[in-house]
Nanobody, 117 residues
Framework: QVQLVESGGGLVQAGGSLRLSCAAS?????????VGWYRRAPGKEREIVAR????????YYADSVKGRFTISKDNAKNTLYLQMNSLKPEDTAIYYC?????????WGQGTQVTVSS
């Protein structure tokens, strides 16, 4: 079992930046081939925005965030990051980390990101 704790969210103006962190405890991320960041915007389904291969550097981004968001990791700290630049109001959502594909029992509380126009 793994426990995931997301942090770093907040309120930011459009065009601003935030850096999200996801700390894993229990089973480490190295157990999984791919890990990622997801988000759920108000009234919408949860979607994956970025993923990275834990044992390598292969990344994937949703078209909506490509060129603005960067996923990274610190294997030694068992921590996943999401650098978000040029934020837009449509990026407002609760952001979560999880394995890819996601494990239902691993969803944490997420971290709220609110982008004002």
């Amino acid at each position: 079992q793994v426990q995931l704790v997301e942090s770093g969210g907040g309120l930011v103006q459009a065009g601003g930046s935030l850096r999200l962190s996801c700390a894993a405890s229990g089973r480490t991320f190295s157990f999984y081939d791919m890990v990622g960041w997801y988000r759920r915007a108000p009234g919408k389904e949860r979607e994956i925005v970025a993923r990275i291969r834990w044992g390598g550097d292969t990344t994937y981004y949703a078209d909506s965030v490509k060129g603005r968001f960067t996923i990274s990791k610190d294997n030694a700290k068992n921590t996943l990051y999401l650098q978000m630049n040029s934020l837009k109001p449509e990026d407002t959502a609760i952001y979560y980390c999880n394995s890819v594909p996601a494990k239902r029992d691993y969803w944490g509380q997420g971290t709220q990101v609110t982008v004002s126009s």
